[in-house]
């Protein structure tokens, strides 16, 4: 999966870099200004994706990938002091 999700970022950022420079040929060109700007834009935005994809997951999605692990580490906090409080309770009722 992640050779595949690399090589269509590849596959991308070639698009976009080829898009890229027809934009700036258009923008060159002043009567077609208008059109290479939001080409220009467009490419900027699949660069962006292109890169997203060649990423791992925790660097192009920080904090999602934090809000899972804070999470995850709660639920196992909540069943830890589940776990103690048990146990305490029990010991009070043997001291007793």
């Known amino acids: 999966m992640r050779l595949l999700r690399g090589l269509a970022g590849a596959l991308l950022w070639i698009l976009s870099s080829l898009l890229a420079l027809v934009a700036v040929i258009l923008c060159v060109t002043v009567i077609l200004l208008p059109v290479g700007i939001p080409l220009l834009g467009y ?3 699949m660069f962006t994706t292109s890169l997203k994809l060649m990423l791992p997951r ?3 999605h920080p904090v999602e990938t934090a809000d899972e692990a804070v999470a995850k ?11 103690t409080t048990k146990r305490a309770r029990k ?5 007793f």
């Open 43 to 45: 490419a900027r935005r």
């Open 73 to 83: 580490r709660g639920r196992k906090a909540r069943k830890n002091a589940a776990k």
């Open 91 to 95: 010991k009070a009722r043997l001291a």
């Open 58 to 60: 925790a660097v192009s």
